[in-house]
């Protein structure tokens, strides 16, 4: 894997490509990204580098989070991800990476937080069938039995049961880059990807995609 990229998700929309057929496209702000940290294989044991992404008043900054961007002579940024690189990479801290790095036809993997769903039965959880409607039923929501008689005389773990749905991290791959907008820093691509608007996304590049 190479370099990528952080953004934040705006929206959904629809593009037309030369046939004239409907896409369904996510619009992303992706970048401008700075390069805070490049760490090393000799002196962290991994190649990578530290990207930020979003402006950060300084009034807002805790003591290490300062001392951290003042020893790389950086602007305070709203979020710090790291990025695995190959050793020889030619970044360097203060450099920027913005959405000219993709192109249209690319393809990437897409990681955020999807939307939270607070605590949710089974049927919308796990798309239980649920129980009869009719005939006198009183149980039309209802997981039914868990019981496992007197042997193994306990509910086995990870059982399908309500409880907190949502708000978990989501990688989805093979997103195609369908259109780029330099100047701007927006990327369409095709499909939905997780989270709420505004929300963030990090980007990941494929092998030879840039």
Not at 27 to 54: N, R
Not at 60 to 74: A, I, R, V, W
Request: proline share 4%; net charge positive.
């Amino acid at each position: 894997m190479s370099t990528g990229l952080l953004g934040k998700k705006v929206g959904m929309t629809r593009i037309f490509d030369k046939q004239g057929k409907a896409v369904p496209v996510t619009v992303i702000q992706a970048g401008p990204c700075t390069v805070i940290q490049v760490k090393t294989e000799d002196k962290d044991g991994y190649q990578a580098v530290q990207l930020g992404f979003l402006e950060k008043r300084d009034s807002l900054l805790k003591k290490p989070e300062y001392y951290h961007f003042e020893q790389y002579n950086c602007s305070p940024v709203r979020y710090i991800r790291e990025f695995r690189v190959k050793k020889g990479s030619d970044l360097s801290s203060g450099d920027v990476i913005k959405a000219d790095i993709l192109k249209p036809g690319d393809v990437v993997d897409i990681s955020g937080i999807s939307k939270g769903k607070g605590f949710q039965g089974v049927v919308k959880r796990w798309g239980f069938k649920g129980g009869k409607a009719s005939h006198g039923a009183k149980t039309h929501r209802a997981p039914g039995s868990i019981g496992m008689s007197a042997d193994p005389s306990r509910v086995h773990k990870n059982k399908k049961m309500p409880g907190r749905t949502g708000s978990n991290s989501v990688t989805v791959e093979n997103c195609e880059v369908v259109k780029v907008d330099a100047k701007n820093n927006i990327i369409c691509v095709k499909g939905s990807v997780p989270g709420h608007r505004q929300g963030l996304l990090r980007i990941q590049t494929k092998e030879g995609s840039n």
